[in-house]
């Protein structure tokens, strides 16, 4: 059995992770670290939980340390994962799900979110946590950084398809967790109900990320919609030159056929229900108009495989044990 911590347990993704953790046998919990809400039970803050007993916790680094864990979550704000990297075991296994990490340029974290990065050392040697794009580097490293959950969606749809494109327009629309318990969202509901939201029209931080991997030249406006959870992420392709539908298809058959999370769907244009509460990305769409623009689509859970899920796939990957265990 191996041991599992969790900091900023309290959380939306924090609590997906506990969750996710909490199913599956393999996976002993022993931290589950929140300031605000550690002795009290995690039922009081999340009534549908299956835990009558299970409580948040607060313990020191030192403390958590001297627990020889496998593997560490951190489910924090920006900035607060460089804090704690240093000071960790070295033996402790890291899947960070800020930003802190997904950056190899640390002045280009420092320009993109307003904050120092103090922990360059482990930086260098920190992998970006794309099962799907780096899944032997993943097996190998102590630290992973966690993807974005916009810049998941829209790598899943660029990365077979980045060399036939003139350029790439990304419209996306996420359920309002993602902003966080502490957003406007999550705080008065009406600011959101019956509405959608266009926000960072040219300029959001994901951008940034998927750069770094993406070679096309692209743009990308993030909206939020009415729903607590889910993704659309509906990409718009210039292609450099005509190409038929079937060729496209087989191109992304071709380039997932691996992947176990990664569904590639011809019949029908992919919607968010499809992939609710799991691991899973459907991709589809694949219609091209008169103008030789390629419209696709990708859907995925954003607190699951957008955050928590992807983050136990890198889990799976770093301690040996099949990529789709306890998320199946």
């Known amino acids: 059995m191996k041991k599992i911590g969790i900091i900023g347990a309290s959380g939306y993704t924090g609590y997906e992770l506990i969750k996710l953790v909490k199913k599956n046998p393999k996976l002993e919990l022993k931290v589950l670290n929140s300031q605000s809400y550690a002795g009290k ?19 020191s680094i ?21 804090k704690i990297v240093p000071k960790l075991n070295k033996k402790t296994k890291v899947v960070d799900l800020s930003a802190d990490y997904r950056f190899k340029d640390y002045k280009e974290y420092e320009k993109i979110y307003g904050i120092e990065h ?16 780096l899944k032997e580097k993943i097996k190998k490293d102590r630290l992973v ?14 990365l077979p398809i980045q060399k036939l494109a003139r350029y790439i327009v990304f ?10 318990k502490e957003s406007v969202y999550a705080k008065d509901p009406n600011t959101i109900k019956d509405n959608i939201i266009a926000y960072k029209l040219t300029k959001h931080r994901h951008k940034y990320e998927i750069e770094q991997f993406i070679k096309t030249k692209l743009s ?3 909206h939020v919609i009415d729903t607590f959870q889910g993704m659309m992420c509906t990409a718009h392709v210039i292609l450099k030159k005509s190409i038929d539908k079937k060729t496209i298809i087989e ?3 071709d380039y997932y056929k691996n992947e176990p999370f990664i569904k590639i769907i011809e019949n029908k244009i992919p919607e968010i229900k499809d992939v609710a509460k799991t691991n899973f990305c459907h991709i589809g769409g694949f219609e091209i108009d ?12 954003n607190l699951i495989k957008g955050a928590s899920g992807q983050a136990l796939q890198n889990m799976n990957l770093m301690l040996g044990f099949d990529g789709k265990e306890g998320l199946d």
Not at 44 to 57: I, Q, V
Not at 62 to 82: C, H, Q, R
Not at 171 to 180: I, N, P, T, V, Y
Request: proline letters at 4%.
């Open 290 to 301: 008169e103008n030789n623009q390629l419209v696709i689509i990708s859907v995925i859970d």
């Open 118 to 133: 103090t922990d360059k050392e482990n930086l260098k040697n920190a992998v970006y946590g794309l099962p799907e794009l």
């Open 62 to 82: 030192d403390n958590i340390n001297k627990m020889n864990l496998d593997l560490l979550f951190l489910a924090m704000p920006n900035g607060e994962a460089v």
């Open 41 to 59: 039970t995690v039922k009081s803050l999340y009534a549908d939980f299956f835990d009558n007993e299970l409580k948040f916790t607060n313990y």
């Open 220 to 222: 990308f406006t993030p």
């Open 171 to 180: 419209d996306c629309k996420s359920g309002w967790s993602g902003a966080g």
């Open 251 to 253: 191109l992304f058959e």
């Open 145 to 158: 950084a966690n993807p974005g959950c916009y810049a998941t969606a829209c790598l899943l749809i660029a």
